[in-house]
């Protein structure tokens, strides 16, 4: 079914759920490239202190390192593939696509504003596992990610997560 400003049928829940499990397994793949690299800098800079209370610093000034550079990867990946295209590798596996409300299907991507806005709020909230504030703060940053992704099961007519209201965007499907 095709809802009043969405300019195909929508995507169902479940197709944008293994979109996101696509991309978030490259993506791990990446953190997982960047956490060995921040993990030697911090190993490097922790065996150049000389018994000085400053290493606990330094892996809290590490992992908070980590966590802002991975959230700027997850924007960028949205960003720039959203930007292009108005699909993520995820959503191209799944024939499903980002377009803009109320507009015909665009040919390419989204306009830079929304492709931004989309990523930012989209991942943002991982931001929120830097705090040092071991447990609660990884909790926080994870719900504020999962809120945002439920929240097109309760969206009506568009099922928009609260990225695609700030971004004025729906998921539609193209195959």
Known sequence: MQPPGAPAPLAEWWQRLVARLIDGVIL?????????????????????????SSGAFSSVVVGILSTVISTILWVCYDFFLLKMNGQTVGKMVMGIKVVPVGQHMPPKGLPTDAALKRGGVTWGGYLLTAIPIPIISTLLGYAVVAVNGASQLWDKPLQQTFADKVAGTVVVKIK
Request: aromatic share 12%; charged share 5%; glycine share 8%.
């Open 28 to 52: 791990f793949v990446v953190n997982l490239v960047i956490g060995v690299i921040m993990a030697a800098l911090f190993l490097a800079s922790y065996s150049s202190l000389d018994g000085s």
